[in-house]
């Protein structure tokens, strides 16, 4: 298995609404991240996850909260969120965190926020 | 500041012909680039990567270029295929945050049947 899956696929919250993006890889990667992309523009690193301990955060506001509850698994928690988070939200994976190792990315979560 | 950009943002090309996608750095202290196809509805796929003490690295199909002298850097796709429609970003690899790569601001490449 070398996908790194993501769900939902698509996502549609009020700003007062609380929910969360997955994501899940079986590829016994040991790093993982969360990206922010918003249209016609390149992905942004949020937070990076080593040996399940957050080791990156690009201050990420705080409506933005990560969470890795075992090694296959990342969460992403939304709270409280504006529309201009909006945006395609990918998850990544790598075998150990590192720039030289190969990020596999999932398919993305398409968030709007109303 | 540090920045990974592109000299084109737009790039249309006659199925067969090849595909030259270019991408120039700022930051001198890169160390490591990797070039990502993004497909409509997918995420970023790795292409090839190059190390910065390289001048040159091929794969099937595709050619990385790097001039550390005027930082920049090249993808070249050899006859081009209507799959190769996407969108193309350089990444680069700052030695002082090891963890992570910066994206550029990607190329679009359409492939004329």
């Known amino acids: 298995d070398t996908e790194v899956t993501q769900t939902p696929k698509h996502l549609v919250m009020g700003m007062t609404n609380k929910k969360s993006l997955k994501c899940e890889q079986h590829?016994?990667?040991?790093?993982m991240y969360w990206y922010k992309q918003k249209a016609k523009k390149p992905p942004e690193l949020m937070f990076v996850?080593?040996?399940?301990?957050?080791?990156i955060n690009e201050s990420v506001p705080s409506r933005f909260s990560p969470e890795c509850p075992n090694s296959s698994l990342l969460n992403l928690h939304l709270h409280a969120l504006q529309p201009e988070d909006s945006a395609l939200y990918l998850c990544a994976s790598s075998q150990v965190a590192g720039g030289e190792n190969e990020q596999f990315f999932g398919p993305g979560t398409r968030l709007t926020v109303l | 500041g540090e920045s990974v950009g592109l000299h084109l943002p737009t790039l249309s090309v006659q199925e067969g012909d090849n595909s030259i996608i270019n991408c120039a750095y700022s930051?001198?202290?890169?160390?490591?680039f990797i070039w990502y196809k993004q497909e409509s509805g997918k995420g970023p796929q790795f292409i090839i990567d190059?190390?910065?003490?390289?001048d040159k690295r091929q794969g099937q199909r595709v050619t990385v270029l790097l001039n550390k002298t005027v930082k920049h850097l090249s993808l070249q796709i050899a006859a081009t295929q209507p799959g190769d429609s996407a969108v193309y970003f350089c990444a680069e690899r700052v030695e002082t945050s090891y963890d992570k790569v910066i994206f550029g601001p990607g190329t679009s490449l359409s492939v004329i049947p």
């Open positions: 590829m016994g990667h040991r790093a």
């Open positions: 930051n001198s202290a890169s160390d490591y």
């Open positions: 190059i190390r910065s003490n390289m």
């Open positions: 996850y080593s040996y399940e301990k957050l080791s």
